[in-house]
């Protein structure tokens, strides 16, 4: 028997998406999302972004610190 929170998020988004396909490969909505969960997890952000006032300047992005590496490659190992 599955866990009640499992059986009631499956159900949720299953109409939202086609049969047995969670994941969107399409470009653009990978990261976005669309539908009703993805409105209202927008929603509720900025509703938040406005309670606690986050998100009302804007700052501007600074570069000076940072150094081309030219045409090396940092080493991962």
């Not at 009631?8 to 399409?26: C, E, T, Y």
């Not at 006032?53 to 081309?68: A, H, S």
């Amino acid at each position: 028997m599955e866990n009640t929170e499992v059986f009631m998020v499956r159900n949720g988004i299953k109409p939202q998406a086609p049969l047995f396909q969670i994941n969107d490969s399409r470009f653009g909505n990978r990261i976005v999302g669309d539908g009703k969960f993805a409105e209202l997890i927008e929603t509720q952000f900025n509703l938040y972004c406005k309670k606690y006032r986050l998100n009302e300047t804007k700052m501007e992005m600074n570069t000076k610190d940072f150094r081309r590496l030219g045409n090396r490659q940092l080493v991962l190992f």
